[in-house]
C-alpha cells in the first residue's frame, strides 16, 4: 500500500504565493511521473503539472510561468511552488503519483487533497 500525504495549503492574497508538498510512503519500489491536478468546486478535475523521474515536467496552459513543479526523488517527495496567484487558482489541489510496488505493479494513486483559497 502506497500513502501520499499532502501540505501546504491556505488562503493567500492575490498576487500572492504557495508551496505544496506530498510524500509518498510505503510499499514503492520506484515512482514514475508524480504531479498536481485541481478541482474547483462544480468542475472537473485539471492537470496543473506533472514531472517524471528524470525531470521532465509539463504544466497546464493557465499555470505557466507562474508554477512551477519540482521533486526530490530520494524523499519520494513532489512540490508544487505556486506565485502570482489568482482567485481563479482556488480549488482543492491533489497530488498523485504513478508508483511501482514491490509486487512491481503499477498503480496510480492520489493524496487526500489539500485547500488553496486564492482571495483578498
Known amino acids: 500500500q502506497v500513502q501520499l500525504v499532502e501540505s501546504g495549503g491556505g488562503l493567500v492574497q492575490p498576487g500572492g504565493s504557495l508551496r505544496l508538498s506530498c510524500a509518498a510512503s510505503?510499499?514503492?519500489?520506484?515512482?514514475?511521473?508524480m504531479g498536481w491536478y485541481r478541482q474547483a468546486p462544480g468542475k472537473l478535475r485539471e492537470l496543473v503539472a506533472t514531472?517524471?523521474?528524470?525531470?521532465?515536467?509539463n504544466y497546464a496552459d493557465s499555470v505557466k510561468g507562474r508554477f512551477t513543479i519540482s521533486r526530490d526523488n530520494a524523499k519520494n517527495t513532489v512540490y508544487l511552488q505556486m506565485n502570482s496567484l489568482k482567485p481563479e487558482d482556488t480549488a482543492v489541489y491533489y497530488c498523485?503519483?504513478?508508483?511501482?510496488?514491490?509486487?512491481?505493479?503499477?498503480?496510480?494513486?492520489w493524496g487526500q487533497g489539500t485547500q488553496v483559497t486564492v482571495s483578498s
Open positions: 498523485n503519483a504513478v508508483v511501482l510496488d514491490v509486487d512491481y505493479s503499477r498503480r496510480a494513486y
Open positions: 514531472i517524471t523521474s528524470g525531470s521532465s515536467t
Open positions: 510505503g510499499s514503492i519500489v520506484s515512482i514514475n511521473v
